[in-house]
């Protein structure tokens, strides 16, 4: 989606509202396709000179546990804010959005903005076990009949003295 924003920038208008739904759901991240129904409500408004985006994005989750590997499916939300401008005076500013021609590709600036709020491990939930490394049983349904007491061989010696 792409927001002509030029009216703005000229102080022909103050603020532009955003209430749309992003197609997000061919976005690979981590071999996944997770950001489904992806809505953006918000606005884009003009003041004392400065052009800002202020908006909430809502998505589904879609994706896997890294711990059991049980389904996730939940609904998360992102507060983005961005100043947005037309040219910048230092080229390796990250601290705005430089647009092209007044244009805002919505879309990209989404997409972006979600891959970065990602977690570095999702979980199904914070008290997930996880698996267990020997049998491979989901500990959140139970124990498993393992013995979990194993020695690591660079310290067989001192297990020896213990026997």
């Known amino acids: 989606m792409l927001l002509q ?3 703005l920038f000229l102080g022909e208008t103050e603020c532009l ?9 061919g976005v690979e991240w981590n071999g ?17 000179g400065v052009v800002t985006l202020r908006a909430t994005v809502q998505y589904r989750y879609v994706g896997v546990c890294d711990r059991c590997t049980r389904e996730v499916n939940r609904m998360q939300q992102l507060q983005m804010e961005h100043i947005l401008v037309v040219s910048l005076n230092h080229e ?4 705005f959005v430089l647009l092209e021609n007044y244009q805002l590709p919505l879309d990209a600036l989404v997409e972006e903005d979600l891959i ?3 977690p570095s491990k999702v979980l199904c939930s914070d008290e997930c076990r996880g698996l267990c490394p020997l049998c491979g049983k989901d500990l959140n349904e139970g124990s498993c009949d ?18």
């Open 146 to 163: 393992c013995r979990h007491e194993t020695v690591d061989p660079r310290l067989a010696a001192l297990q020896q003295l213990l026997d």
């Open 92 to 95: 390796d500013n990250d601290s």
């Open 116 to 118: 970065l709020d990602q």
């Open 32 to 48: 996944l396709y997770p950001f489904h129904d992806v809505t953006v409500k918000g606005q884009i408004k003009f003041s004392a």
């Open 5 to 7: 924003l030029k009216s």
């Open 17 to 25: 509202p955003i209430d749309c739904a992003i197609d997000l759901s």
